[in-house]
């Protein structure tokens, strides 16, 4: 019974980590040994790839630099406008708070990349091209239905007795949100947040429209256009040693995040 | 006063969601590209007679449809597995749990170019295992009758943690007195997945494929990176037909044409989905 359960550990490890362990593979790799795998020639090991793509103009680090800028200030943007919202879910009337969740619902199941066109019109009429803190507000607003039900079931969670208290306390509706509410959601808050950035950092088609100046790429769309430039020939190497750079923030952040990540998307799946 | 706490959240959200829909539906019905210099000029709805006498835009949607089914019910299938042996308990869950969800936290755009190393003719890996068992050449990513299952195997790899995570969701809600009384009066364990597990889990699993049909509609970054649509548009996404079709043709008449086309089709499918569960059920009924 054990046994047999440790060969699927073992199944879903591989399947789940191999692509990966490739690409880390060739990272490493010699451009010749690539193309001629079983060869055994002396030069088959390198840190050529990672030197290219860390001394690349503009220099990789700036990518990652670009997509943390526009997960935080998305972030930021979105925690902004749907905590009061979720808040307000949460105490008006049910009926009122059941359609404004229902739409929501339909704008999350919404295939997003269909309002790209739209989107960039709308970039280009109000000169948001070209700039990393204006994608925070296309992605606040695809993130914002996920992050308005997973916070109203927080809120919700909360006894009533509680505001009440803080009300009889004198506290203000701001007051009781700042210093009541608010910390008691803190859990939901760091699941939406992790949520979100990550959606941001991970963005393709709006960044891919909104961003042409190579140094303001987030890593998404860089790395989108390194399969762009030749389409014949893509130099793997130097591309997998990218790959490899960029997973490993996002490998910290999952390792880190594991729980929040996991209580995030089950609690939108258990409530919503 | 609390009600107006909603409204920038709702304000953000329609303007983002609701502007695009009616700026498409005015667009469908109006000629700008650059043919027009650009310029919308009202063509008496000549996008949707092109919409509908289009064959590659009927030959996208059969291949988004097939795709999106196809990678939706491996999917499922991977995910179902993958939650109940995450839903035991055993010593480094947690560990493994995270190398699980490494595929879906990664972007798109990353493996897509990975899997493209990988499937290459004639240096990737797989290429190199079929030479080693003596098969011919595959021809992967150039071979018209292939090449999209080569996408599916990238969309499941990716996306089925998500589901997996659903799923594990709704493990975790049945409460383990049922399982006991299950044992109790006899039954047998896998007896017990049949009985008790699935159709409890029956929500989540409508949740999950609910959702991923729709995002799986929407396929986009997978296709225009790993294979650009190609070969000869085998693998090409409506999304993508549509992007083309804006940023390459510069048609932005009827690239609208095609999304406000593609959300018809896809309400369709949603409704017929709907309806089959909503039949699955009746006849359930009748059973019993």
New interface residues.
Partial sequence: MIRT?NI??IA??I???S??F??VY?SFCSPES??Q??SNSGHRWTLDNYRQVLTADPPFWRYLLNSAIVGISSTSLTLL??I??A???S??PAK?ARL?KL??LG?????????????L??ARSFNLGNNLLALS??Y???S??LA?LLLASAFKDLPVDLEEAAKLEGLG?WQRLRWVLIPLVGPATASTSILVF?FS??E??IAL?WLSRSDLLT???A??R??GTS?YS?P?GP??AA?VL??LP??A???IF?RQ??SG???G??K? | MIQLLLLPAILLVGLVFGVPLIRYAWLSLHADSVVTGLVAIPNNGANWLRLINDQRFWQDAIQTSRFAVVSVGLELLIALAIALLLDQRWRGRGVVRAATLLPWALPTTVMALGWRWIFNTPYGPIEQLAKLFGLHTLNILSNPDITWLATVVGDVWKTTPFIALILLAGLQTIPEDLYEAFRLEGGKPRAALFRITLPLLQPYVLLGLLFRLAQAFGVFDLIQVMTGGGPASSTESLALYSYINAMRFLDFGYSATIMIGSFILLLLACILVWAIIQQSRILKGALK
Avoid: H
């Avoid at chain 1, 704008?107 to 989107?119: C, G, I, K, N």
């Fill in positions: 359960r699927w550990i879903l490890l399947w789940s980590l692509p990966l490739w690409q060739t690539l193309i795998p079983l406008l749907a009061p919202a808040y307000s879910l105490r008006i009122l404004v739409l929501m704008a999350a199941l919404f295939p997003y990349v269909l309002l790209f066109l739209a989107l019109e709308l507000f296309p606040a607003a695809l914002m239905p308005v509706l990550l950092w991970n393709y088609p429209t890593l998404p769309v790395i989108a390194i399969a389409v893509i793997y591309y997998a790959t960029g997973a996002l490998l952040l999952v390792m594991q990540i996991v998307l089950t609690q799946a258990v919503g």
